[in-house]
């Protein structure tokens, strides 16, 4: 086969066969085509899309570049995958609530990128914390303690690991068939019989358009289907920080208060929908009164918390921060966020947030940069708060004083402010309500 022609063939909207894109991709891993025509290949799939059969060959081979982990049958797996967010620290304690019902819960788990955090970043803030598991200790705490979650393998899924590091110098990130080829193959590569993916939209999630977000569901649940994994979509609000706090060590401090009983109402909400969706998936639950009854009971009881302590220790971590969060990494200084402006707060970019708190080492600028695990910021204000002038409305932690400060500015401009709360009429926080996290099965509408 003549890797030009295959190019040119998807350039011009044309189907590929499973032999044409079985042999480019397996010519790319074994160096025998280079990155210069890989990338004009996936920019080509970025322009002309590709239809579901195509992608679900696409994901297959993805999953047969490396190793599969298997759990026994009689295991009730399940996990989540989230599309990413600022302050989304869902996972962690969504998995410690559906373990404790019964569900195991296998979850691989990246670092961040872009703006977005990354659910190993919040994790490595823990002192002595392990993500770099082996697949039989990955397999044994997940057996044993309900969950594990942990950094993808060298050996699971090399292709989609490969074409990622591309897709991201090459502005191919956002390539639906691309991002369903490169979830679907890992979530299924990691052994879970059942996904729900929690899908974000808005101003800080990589998708900003619902319409977008659906045709994303779709495809995700049409592959899944095709390749014997259940798959539910959950949509939730990126359009404000989620939860109050943004940071690694922050959120990991966030997640205790919650998990104790700390009303938290975005987290609340979102996690609700997601544990409810995952224990009817895995059939721990026959309906969804009893499926919120269970979440219910595992919070009040402690048994969410306690599963959370066993899975630290299980990972090489100090359970003890979820009794004195003091032994996380701690910021040299707090610099209060004032307010300049007086009225409702009609819109945040969250994205320009999630990007201003990388210049205090929140985030990654490079893959190889280092982490200042202290720092973040807290953001407990929502679209629709009213904000009187002068007055605190957060904090940015960090080490570098004069960098703070710079940080503070750049927060303060992703504020808009009305002068009149009818803009906020009750079509719109419906709007907001649904998309913060109710569950929409795409299957039912």
């Keep these: 086969m003549n890797p030009v022609e295959i190019i040119i063939k998807k350039r011009d909207g044309k189907e590929l066969s499973k032999d044409e894109i079985r042999f ?3 010519s790319y891993l074994k160096n025998e085509i280079p990155e210069y025509q890989m990338s004009a290949f996936l920019m080509a799939i970025y322009f002309s899309n590709m239809n579901p059969d195509e992608i679900q060959t696409l994901t297959e081979i993805y999953i047969d570049s490396g190793k599969r982990i298997s759990f026994p049958d009689e295991m009730k797996t399940v996990d989540k995958h989230s599309t990413g967010g600022v302050g989304d620290k869902v996972s962690l304690v969504l998995a410690p609530i559906v373990a404790a019902c019964g569900c195991k819960v296998p979850m691989i788990s990246g670092k961040g990128l872009g703006h977005t955090g990354g659910t190993l970043d919040k994790l490595e803030s823990i002192p002595g914390f392990r993500t770099n598991l082996s697949e ?4 044994e705490i997940v057996k044993q303690v309900g969950f594990s979650i942990i950094g993808q393998s060298d050996e699971l899924v090399p292709a989609d690991r490969r074409i990622y590091a591309l897709r991201d110098v090459t502005g191919t990130v956002d390539s639906l068939p691309l991002i369903t080829a490169s979830i679907m193959s890992k979530k299924i590569a990691e052994g879970a019989k059942n996904l729900v993916i929690d899908l974000k939209v808005g101003t800080g999630a990589f998708i900003k358009k619902m319409e977008k ?50 009303k938290i109402h975005d987290i609340h909400l979102i996690t609700k929908a997601l544990a409810v969706e995952m224990l009817l998936l895995s059939r721990i639950a026959k309906d969804r009164n009893i499926a919120i009854e269970m979440i219910k009971n595992v919070l009040e009881n402690g048994s969410a918390l306690e599963c959370f302590k066993k899975f630290i220790h299980a990972q090489g971590g100090d359970s003890e921060i979820c009794e004195d969060t003091s032994k996380l990494p701690q910021a040299k200084f707090q610099i209060p966020i004032i307010s300049d402006k007086k ?24 893959i190889d940069s280092k982490l200042n695990y202290a720092a973040g910021a807290y953001l407990p204000n929502k679209i629709g708060d009213f904000v ?16 703070g400060k710079s940080v503070v500015q750049k927060i303060l401009k992703s504020y808009s402010f009305s002068a009149s709360k009818s803009e906020f009429d009750e079509k719109y926080f419906k709007e907001m309500e649904l998309i913060y996290g109710l569950a929409k099965n795409l299957d039912n509408g």
């Excluded at 039989?136 to 397999?139: A, G, P, V, Y």
């Excluded at 009225?343 to 490079?366: C, E």
């Excluded at 409305?393 to 570098?400: A, E, L, M, Q, T």
């Design 213 to 262: 977000a659906e045709k994303l569901g779709k495809l995700l649940m049409q592959t899944g289907k095709k390749l014997g994994q259940k798959v539910s979509v959950v949509f939730s609000n990126m359009n404000s920080p989620l939860g109050e706090y943004v940071g690694n060590a922050l959120e990991i401090k966030e997640c205790i208060e919650y998990l104790k009983g700390k």
């Design 343 to 366: 009225g409702w707060i009609k819109s945040i970019n969250t994205q320009k947030i999630g990007y201003a708190l990388i210049d205090i080492g929140a985030g990654r600028k490079m």
């Design 136 to 139: 039989k200790e990955f397999k």
């Design 388 to 403: 009187e002038q002068n007055s605190e409305i957060g904090k940015v932690f960090c080490d570098d004083d004069k960098m």
């Design 24 to 26: 480019f991709i397996e």
